[in-house]
């Protein structure tokens, strides 16, 4: 099995090769409104800490925490109650079309299918309208001041210690479900079962995951400090390269996925070229 660093240069190679995938990343990241008005509004030096999964398409702001003061919840948009009920739902369903796209075109990239973004935006829609919904049923309830007028105090910092393990846990089960989705071409159940399956038998999957995580976390503080610290070239430089890293951690993480997932179809082999003489394994070997 490759390394996580074998794979990375393969990524990354992947992701020069499709370059135009990388709007994606950069469009979701410049909507986090709230982020580049923290950065831009910041004065000195920040170092930040992150760690993350891939369960999502990676942006910038994955290795990037913004300076706050104080702790609060936003969405960056404008959800008085007026906005909310039409606003939202159309941010959600573009949203599920750029992931459902984006996805669905690194994975046929990856395996050789003939499917274009528009069309893979239009085939795997359900799924990911679903999955990107999901948060929102949780931040904007927040935002609009369910819990508190969007700050976390009182019972709505408790309800958070309370549910944060739940998340976490849950994080980690079910981060391959939007890569399987695409990968096995199935609906959003069957490839929430699949991870929570490659999830529980640890191994690779557990490997990986901690890999990643290290990654991010080792690449935070350099991205930080460039990003908030360097005023606006730093957060173009950032919004720029980040779209970029994040395109080939995508392809690095589908490229896993089919690998250890036995009803997803081969990426191919892992040739010397590629950094690593040990072939990728067959669907009888996973």
């Known amino acids: 099995m490759p390394s996580f660093w074998t794979r990375l240069a393969d990524g990354w190679e992947r992701a020069l090769d499709h370059l135009p995938l990388a709007l994606v990343p950069l469009v979701l990241a410049l909507v986090q409104t709230d982020k580049i008005g923290s950065v831009l509004a910041f004065d000195g030096v920040h170092i930040g800490l992150r760690l993350g999964i891939p369960a999502s398409v990676v942006t910038v702001w994955q290795f990037v925490d913004p300076p706050s003061s104080g702790v609060t919840v936003t969405t960056g948009l404008p959800l008085s ?12 369903a573009l949203e599920a ?4 796209g984006y996805f669905g075109a690194i994975a046929a990239a990856l395996v050789d299918r003939d499917r274009s973004f528009a069309a ?7 799924p990911f309208l679903v999955i ?5 049923l949780v931040v904007v309830p927040v935002a609009l001041g369910v819990f508190g007028l969007g700050s ?11 549910l944060l393990p739940v998340w976490l846990v849950a994080s980690y089960l079910l981060w391959a479900t939007p890569y399987l989705v695409v990968l096995r071409e199935t609906g959003l159940v069957a490839a929430a079962r699949g991870s929570y399956e490659l999830a529980v038998d640890g191994g690779p999957y557990f490997a ?3 890999g990643y995580a290290g990654f991010v976390l080792l690449v935070s503080p350099f991205v930080s400090v460039v990003v908030v610290s360097v005023p606006l070239v730093g957060l173009l430089v950032g919004l720029a390269g980040g779209s970029v890293l994040g395109l080939a951690l995508n392809f690095v993480t589908m490229g896993f996925v089919a ?11 892992w040739t010397e070229e590629r950094g690593d003489s040990v072939g990728s394994p067959t669907p009888d070997e996973r």
């Not at 109650?81 to 959600?92: C, E, G, Q, S, Y």
Request: net charge negative; hydrophobic share 50%; charged share 10%.
């Open 81 to 92: 109650h007026p906005f909310a009920a039409t606003l939202v739902p159309a941010i959600v």
């Open 208 to 210: 990986y995951t901690a």
């Open 259 to 269: 690998d250890i997932d036995p009803e997803s179809p081969s990426v191919g082999p």
């Open 97 to 100: 079309a750029l992931h459902a």
């Open 132 to 136: 990107t919904a999901l948060p929102y």
């Open 152 to 162: 976390l105090d009182g019972g709505a910092v408790v309800a958070v210690l309370v």
């Open 120 to 126: 893979s935006a239009g085939a795997y829609f359900g």
